[in-house]
DNA sequence: ACATACATGTACCGATCAGTACATCTTAAC
DNA sequence: GTTAAGATGTACTGATCGGTACATGTATGT
């Protein structure tokens, strides 16, 4: 299989897993959707959770590519930085694709600790505290550890109450806390 | 079947969605578990789906309960009390049987916001808020409103965390914003 | 002993599941 | 034309899925 055909594979999985879910989704429906015949998804994976954890890698990349771009985009300081996070957010909550955290429902299909499927989430999330942690940093926080994992948890508590609720009154509220505590750290 | 026996097949089927997760969870699975044969099952639950809203039903009952009684023994003023979820949190997360929140996974499993399961999720996280509400307007929160969004994201992201990468180094950053967006809004 | 209510046990239905096997097709290089 | 590489299509395996049907067992009241 050409690395072509790979990628499409697993660019077009991401979409179908993020939206149906892992488990509700069988190969029978990646192959129909996809296009690409079964053979030669076993081909280049050996298992559905490799197929899986392959989505995620990309997932993660494309993330945390997007969001580090965009991040850079609106804010011309890193404390600016900091707080555009939540603008950047803001957009992705209120898009017609968004379906909540890849990673956290990657996680709660497969709550085992053990499952390499979790583990690459928690990868994922230990990658963008580091993110959160550079720029906190470079902003001269006085706690950068904690203000990063505050920034964090409010992230991730927005993205989750988003996909629950509904984007109404979310941001808001987290984009007013993660000021105040930015403001508490940094001068 | 009995009302006692329904009880207890909610509360067992319960604890295997909550451990493995909904879709992951076969009726032949929850039959050799619970020792209630699946006639019996199909007496009082049309579908799987049906067993699946009434055990989410159970948890919010006995989680809501289970906070707002642990919540007022550690907290002796409304103040107190926002703050005490806190510490409630770390004892449930550090918990052998903490395995994240059951609505997120709920909703990550059934991403649908008409899907009947999502919208008991979603009314679960809306009590949830209420009862937060409660107590910040008890405890003459300059905007109540925000103050108990806020502490529900974090709450929320906490345990989101907590459950993908593991209860070390969640609550305390959750507890410190929590005391400083407590502090900026109340006296 | 009998009737009734409650419950179990399990075979079965049609469908889907992950993964395998293999025949066949397409394209490109020589 | 031949060979090789890449790919498709689909039947198949054994297992599991949600839900149904029905025979059988147990407990209780009369």
């Not at 030669?40 to 050996?46: A, D, L, P």
């Not at 707080?83 to 909550?93: G, K, S």
């Not at 990658?127 to 505050?150: C, R, S, V, W």
């Amino acid at each position: 299989m050409s690395a072509s055909k790979r990628d499409e594979l697993i660019q077009k999985a991401l979409n179908i897993f993020y939206r149906d879910g892992f488990h509700a989704t069988g190969m029978d429906k990646i192959v129909k959707e996809t296009g690409i015949s079964k053979t030669s998804m076993y081909k280049h994976f050996r298992t559905k959770d490799d197929l899986i954890i392959a989505t995620l890698r990309l997932r993660d990349e494309l993330f945390r590519n997007q969001i580090f771009r965009r991040v850079e985009e609106l804010g011309k300081t890193p404390k600016d930085q900091l707080l555009a996070l939540f603008d950047v957010l803001d957009e992705w909550i209120n898009g017609v694709e968004f379906n909540g955290c890849m990673f956290i429902k990657a996680s709660g299909e497969y709550p085992l600790h053990s499952s390499p499927i979790h583990a690459t989430a928690a990868e994922h999330k230990k990658l963008f505290l580091g993110f959160m942690l550079d720029i906190a940093t470079q902003a001269g926080a006085k706690n950068p550890n904690e203000l990063a994992e505050q920034l964090l948890l409010l992230k991730e508590g927005a993205i989750v109450t988003a996909h629950i609720r509904g984007p109404e009154g979310v941001i808001a509220p987290a984009r007013a806390a993660a000021a105040l505590l930015i403001d508490a750290q940094i001068d």
